[in-house]
């Protein structure tokens, strides 16, 4: 069974930083795009940022320029980096493998991980 496991929420004041990490099993890892999503109470889950298996990324436009997303293949581990944090990045934050074999899609989740901004 896979299982993602994410790491490093907590409270934090504005203006500082935090590093979530999701560490894999059970999957070929280095074969999936990985991705960072997240929900805040009452909002629909939000794409936060991805990284292909060739390590191409993307971000959402509320976040660019203050996190990076980053893998490393021999851990089976994705990094999420945020910087200058704000109180809007207040949310659950989750990870998710997706993978595209023909034309099937396979999408795996984390439980996820508070981060809460707040002074």
């Known amino acids: 069974q896979v299982l993602l496991v994410e790491s490093g929420g907590d409270l934090v004041q504005p203006g500082g930083s935090l590093r979530l990490s999701c560490a894999a099993s059970k999957i070929y890892f280095s074969l999936h795009a990985m991705a960072w999503y997240r929900q805040a109470p009452g909002k629909q889950r939000e794409l936060v940022a991805a990284v292909t298996p060739g390590g191409s990324t993307n971000y959402a436009d509320s976040v660019k320029g203050r996190f990076t997303i980053s893998r490393d293949n021999a851990k089976n581990t994705v990094y999420l980096q945020m910087n200058s944090l704000k109180p809007d990045d207040t949310a659950v934050y989750y990870c998710?493998?997706?993978?595209?074999?023909?034309?099937?899609?396979?999408?795996?989740w984390g439980q996820g991980t508070q981060v809460t901004v707040s002074s």
């Open positions: 998710n493998a997706h993978r595209k074999v023909l034309k099937n899609e396979y999408d795996y």
